[in-house]
């Protein structure tokens, strides 16, 4: 009788034991699961804090565009403009070309254009004016280490103005020379009207 009580209670404490096993066994594995999981979340944080750092904030109305020729993309943009001397400036991207300077101004937008006679885009620059009858271009191309004009500035007043509108492009009559519109006064002799403003077209000269 007392062998049987001592083979029950030696089976009671082998069962005590492998539970006590298994319990150890599965907080161990809980446990390593768990730094698995928080090791992961942190690698993944890791990388996303690593992407935004490396993501790069193109600015608003910036063009992207090839200026120098040598198949280098990078993007143009107004950094600021100063209203006391109604200045815009014109940076790009990595200060990789020198700044532009438009006077008389208080804001732009920008465009890149191709031409042919160019192996490289230009730059159209719509000025904004004081007086917002007017919009007012410039045509900058990068050549020798300095930003020329292609041709001079033009105006065209805002009643000549439509959504379809290029200010300016290729002559296709004469390679050496760009086409452009431009707006003149013009006083009605009629009466009617006391005035109005013409939209006219030109073919310019090409300034290298």
């Given at each position: 009788?007392?062998?049987?009580?001592?083979?029950?209670?030696?089976?009671?404490?082998?069962?005590?034991?492998?539970?006590?096993?298994?319990?150890?066994?599965?907080?161990?594995?809980?446990?390593?699961?768990?730094?698995?999981?928080?090791?992961?979340?942190?690698?993944?944080?890791?990388?996303?804090?690593?992407?935004?750092e490396n993501l790069v904030v193109v600015p608003e109305g910036a063009v992207?565009?090839?200026?120098?020729?040598?198949?280098?993309?990078?993007?143009?943009?107004?950094?600021?403009?100063?209203?006391?001397?109604?200045?815009?400036?014109?940076?790009?991207?990595?200060?990789?070309?020198?700044?532009?300077?438009?006077?008389?101004?208080?804001?732009?937008?920008?465009?890149?254009?191709?031409?042919?006679?160019?192996?490289?885009?230009?730059?159209?620059?719509?000025?904004?004016?004081?007086?917002?009858?007017?919009?007012?271009?410039?045509?900058?191309?990068?050549?020798?280490?300095?930003?020329?004009?292609?041709?001079?500035?033009?105006?065209?007043?805002?009643?000549?103005?439509?959504?379809?509108?290029?200010?300016?492009?290729?002559?296709?009559?004469?390679?050496?020379?760009?086409?452009?519109?431009?707006?003149?006064?013009?006083?009605?002799?009629?009466?009617?009207?006391?005035?109005?403003?013409?939209?006219?077209?030109?073919?310019?000269?090409?300034?290298?």
């Open positions: 009788m007392k062998a049987i009580s001592v083979i029950i209670l030696l089976l009671v404490l082998g069962c005590k034991e492998t539970n006590n096993k298994q319990i150890v066994e599965t907080d161990l594995n809980s446990i390593e699961a768990t730094e698995a999981i928080e090791a992961t979340e942190a690698i993944e944080a890791a990388a996303v804090i690593e992407e935004k992207d565009a090839n200026f120098t020729g040598k198949e280098d993309m990078f993007y143009a943009y107004v950094k600021n403009v100063n209203l006391n001397t109604q200045t815009t400036y014109i940076h790009f991207e990595n200060e990789k070309l020198p700044q532009l300077s438009i006077p008389e101004s208080i804001g732009a937008t920008l465009q890149a254009l191709k031409m042919k006679n160019f192996d490289r885009n230009l730059l159209l620059v719509n000025a904004k004016l004081k007086d917002t009858n007017f919009n007012e271009y410039y045509l900058y191309f990068w050549n020798d280490s300095i930003w020329k004009q292609a041709v001079n500035r033009f105006n065209i007043h805002k009643s000549n103005m439509n959504d379809t509108l290029t200010p300016i492009f290729d002559n296709p009559k004469d390679s050496t020379q760009l086409l452009r519109y431009y707006s003149v006064f013009d006083l009605d002799k009629s009466g009617v009207k006391k005035y109005s403003w013409i939209l006219l077209q030109e073919s310019v000269p090409i300034e290298f």
